[in-house]
């Protein structure tokens, strides 16, 4: 049996205007994973875009796991501690392959 490489996952809630969107967001990463034959690891959801604890939680886990790769629902979803092409450029500065579910 093959075990698939782990995709990681981030989605900021703040982007999203309800739980119901948030969980749309979540099965869209699901749906990304499956498609591109990952296994979806941990969806780190940012709540408090001013704490950014999600996201540094996400930096930890790509450092301790060996995974890199992650997938956002957009690449708006990466605005948290910046723009979302500065956020992109930190995260591959992990050596984390950054994707977006969805590429409108």
């Given at each position: 049996?093959?075990?698939?490489?782990?995709?990681?996952?981030?989605?900021r809630?703040?982007?999203?205007?309800?739980?119901?969107e948030?969980a749309a967001?979540?099965?869209?990463?699901?749906?990304?994973?499956?498609a591109?034959?990952y296994?979806l690891?941990?969806v780190y959801?940012?709540?408090?875009?001013a704490?950014?604890?999600?996201?540094?939680?996400?930096?930890?886990?790509?450092?301790?796991?060996?995974?890199?790769?992650?997938?956002?629902?957009?690449?708006?979803h990466?605005?948290?501690?910046g723009?979302?092409?500065?956020?992109?450029?930190?995260l591959e500065f992990?050596?984390?392959?950054?994707?977006a579910?969805?590429?409108?």
């Amino acid at each position: 049996m093959t075990t698939l490489p782990t995709l990681l996952g981030y989605v900021r809630a703040d982007a999203l205007s309800c739980a119901e969107e948030l969980a749309a967001a979540t099965d869209s990463l699901v749906a990304f994973a499956s498609a591109e034959g990952y296994t979806l690891g941990t969806v780190y959801t940012e709540r408090d875009a001013a704490e950014s604890t999600a996201f540094h939680a996400l930096l930890e886990e790509l450092k301790r796991s060996g995974v890199h790769a992650v997938v956002v629902p957009t690449m708006n979803h990466l605005g948290t501690v910046g723009t979302p092409a500065a956020t992109q450029q930190h995260l591959e500065f992990h050596q984390a392959h950054v994707w977006a579910a969805d590429s409108r």
